[in-house]
């Protein structure tokens, strides 16, 4: 497999299909009077060597998402496609040797819950590989060694357990562990949110190395959207459990085309409070619903953003379909063109920026 | 919200009447060992907290910000304890309080506030009488008057319909919700000083930013002083007034927000700037520093970053280097620094 160049606009089209396709999907957890739809109609494209990063807020369906494209949970609607073939179709047999065949890890946020504590690090890398099959000593040993390699540990953790080794060095096994298993997608379950800035930074230049080295599609799930910055090529928001903006990353945290992106860039906590912050197209006040009162009745096919959105008008009773607003950038608000020159407008004082009854 | 009806505890000057000059919170020299006396985590922390101020504690994890914390709330956990220097609050010391006499200070005259506030609320209880609950013991008030005083702190807290939050429990609530019912807690009875320790960091951002903004006005309408501790330099630099950076178990370098970030003087905290989030959106090469913090407890005559520091000279680790201040109110533990200030 040969890797993509790393830039989105080139890497995506060009007939190459895509790693990994999420094709309409939708999710519902529960049955009954429980049952909750989690996902409605996401679609999502990964390419080989591509970051993607994937922002929402608690209950946004993001995790829901990730465990989805493994096959722990079952679409309700739609199909996912990992290199053509639709591994949400497969059952039972087929569904368990897909999974063992290991082609998507998954990392998670808290490597001291998500390893086993009396596992020492060689034996946590090894599972995936005895796992999937593999019973040759030398072989097991050989994988292991190199895949701590591609993640800078050396040999003298092969012996520890996880709580005998730092919180980045655990993080850095767990990638390790996920790496052994040679996969082409690696899905990270909020990597870093864990980690002390330093070593942070540290895992995600990891991350961004690997994608290179080893061509590997990876899936970032974050909420800190300001450490994506640093290497994803692509942002995905997720906002109850629909895809409401999903672009460049350079373009979209430059110029946001739906609300809910911009309000969860301005509420991003900034160094140059003390100084201007020109680093941010519109503060918090342009972008928050000022009327305490239930927005437009929101009925069931309303927005998902209304509720909350400063710029909700009579058409966003109708929950907007994605729509291309540019090369590969695609947004779901009915009034994507208008709204930032409407927070714009509110820039001096004013904190009310639309009246709701306007309807553009 | 001045509460007139209450009855003051006896030996304590009433809160909120009370002089609000002068220093709340003063720690000085503040030694703290843990493994029951095996090594020392916090080496020598001093630090002043005004009325109405805000300080924020920054640092890597296990550089003892948190441990500073919880000696200042009397609530070390076991294995740990002070080993010297003063905790004073309010003009007293307070490291040799007995239990009764924490009793009398947690609540009614500083407030806590923590990471993961469901772990901290009573699963089975509506948030509501949980709060009357402190206020009923703490100030004497009775049930009605309690209850009123619930529902003020609930609106002023930011909690809409107040009435029906009252009676929910914290299974009900979200994240930020709970996070705001504790607040009220800490509130209730008008504290001095509110102790935050990672008040955010379970938090989605959006709702962060709602809760560092409570902070801040309660901070201007009633004179809280607070000290909150976050490991991400950017929550400490968009609250604080003043911030103290922790490394290893000493403070490197405190000084005011705006000195700390535009000029730091320590490398530590340059190299902190550096790797921190900075809540900026620009494609930007992620940085690192190189090496590894020293073991809690290590014993290390010179400089405690020197092994790490780029700019590191003999001189660093030959002996114990002491905060020297490089402005107003500004100080560095650097011997570079001091070498600076003695040039210029």
């Known amino acids: ?360 | 919200m001045a509460i007139d009806n209450r009855d003051p505890l006896p030996d304590l000057a009433p809160v909120g009447t009370g002089p609000r000059s002068g220093e709340v919170l003063r720690l000085d020299d503040l030694h703290i060992s843990v493994h029951g006396g095996a090594a020392t985590a916090v080496r020598g922390v001093s630090l002043q907290v005004r009325p109405g101020e805000i300080v924020g504690l920054v640092g890597e994890s296990g550089s003892g910000k948190t441990l500073t914390c919880r000696a200042t709330l009397g609530v070390l956990p076991p294995g740990c304890a002070v080993e010297s220097g003063l905790v004073s609050f309010g003009g007293v010391d307070v490291t040799s309080l007995s239990r009764r006499g924490w009793e009398r200070l947690h609540g009614s005259q500083m407030g806590a506030v923590f990471q993961d506030p469901a772990s901290y609320l009573n699963p089975a209880i509506a948030v509501g009488p949980q709060l009357t609950e402190v206020v009923r013991v703490k100030l004497g008030l009775g049930r009605r008057a309690a209850h009123r005083r619930a529902l003020e702190l609930f609106e002023a807290v930011g909690l809409r319909q107040p009435e029906r939050v009252f009676r929910q429990i914290p299974a009900e609530l979200s994240g930020g919700m709970l996070q705001r019912v504790m607040i009220a807690i800490a509130i209730s009875c008008d504290p001095q000083l509110l102790v935050a320790d990672e008040p955010t960091t379970a938090l989605d951002v959006t709702i962060q930013a709602e809760v560092l903004e409570l902070l801040q006005r309660l901070r201007d309408e009633r004179g809280l002083a607070v000290l909150l501790v976050s490991h991400d330099l950017a929550v400490i630099t968009q609250l604080c007034d003043r911030i103290a950076v922790f490394y290893a178990g000493e403070i490197v370098e405190s000084g005011p927000a705006e000195e700390i970030t535009r000029r730091p003087r320590h490398p530590y905290t340059q190299a902190l700037l550096r790797v921190a989030s900075v809540g900026d959106f620009r494609r930007r090469e992620l940085e690192v520093i190189a090496g590894q913090p020293p073991r809690a407890g290590e014993d290390i005559t010179g400089c405690r970053f020197a092994a790490r520091c780029p700019v590191a000279v003999p001189e660093c680790e030959a002996g114990p280097v002491r905060p020297v201040p490089v402005g107003e109110r500004h100080e560095a533990r650097c011997v570079l620094a001091a070498r600076a200030m003695v040039a210029s």
């Open chain 1, 1 to 360: 497999m040969t890797a993509a160049p790393p830039d989105p606009m080139t890497a995506a089209p060009a007939g190459a299909p895509p790693l990994l396709a999420v094709e309409s999907v939708d999710v519902t957890l529960g049955r009954g009077w429980r049952a909750n739809q989690v996902l409605s109609g996401v679609d999502l494209d990964v390419w080989p060597g591509e970051i993607v990063g994937l922002v929402g807020e608690t209950g946004s369906g993001k995790t829901t998402l990730a465990r989805t494209v493994v096959g722990l949970v079952n679409p309700k609607r739609g199909r996912i496609l990992l290199a053509g073939l639709p591994i949400s179709a497969l059952r039972r047999g087929a569904r368990r040797a897909e999974r063992r065949r290991g082609h998507v890890q998954l990392v998670f946020q808290d490597p001291l819950r998500s390893l086993d504590p009396d596992l020492t690090v060689a034996e946590i890398v090894a599972e995936g590989l005895r796992i999937r099959g593999q019973t040759d000593g030398d072989e097991i040993r050989r994988r292991v060694t190199s895949a701590l390699e591609q993640v800078s540990l050396d040999a003298t953790v092969l012996d520890r357990t996880p709580g005998q080794i730092s919180g980045g060095q655990r993080q850095r096994v767990s990638i390790a562990r996920a790496l052994a298993v040679e996969p082409r997608l690696l899905i990270c379950d909020e990597p870093v949110s864990a980690l002390d800035a330093s070593t942070r930074n540290y895992v995600l230049r990891l991350l961004d190395q690997l994608r290179t080295s080893l061509g590997l599609a990876i899936v970032i799930i974050s909420h800190d959207l300001s450490s994506l910055a640093g290497i994803a090529d692509r942002v995905v928001v997720l906002y109850r459990g629909r895809i409401v903006e999903d672009g460049p990353v350079d373009r979209v945290f430059t110029t946001p085309r739906h609300p809910y992106t911009a309000l969860l860039m301005a509420s991003a906590p900034s160094m140059r409070q003390h100084s201007v912050r020109h680093d941010r197209p519109f503060s918090l006040r342009q972008l928050r619903r000022t009327d305490p009162g239930p927005a437009l009745q929101a009925g069931p096919g309303a927005c998902v953003f209304a509720a909350r959105c400063p710029f909700a008008a009579d058409v966003c009773a109708v929950q907007p379909p994605l729509t291309a607003v540019g090369e590969g950038w695609s947004v779901a608000c009915h009034r994507h063109e208008e709204w930032a020159a409407l927070a714009q407008s509110a820039r001096l004082g004013r904190t009310d920026p639309c009246p709701l009854s306007s309807s553009g």
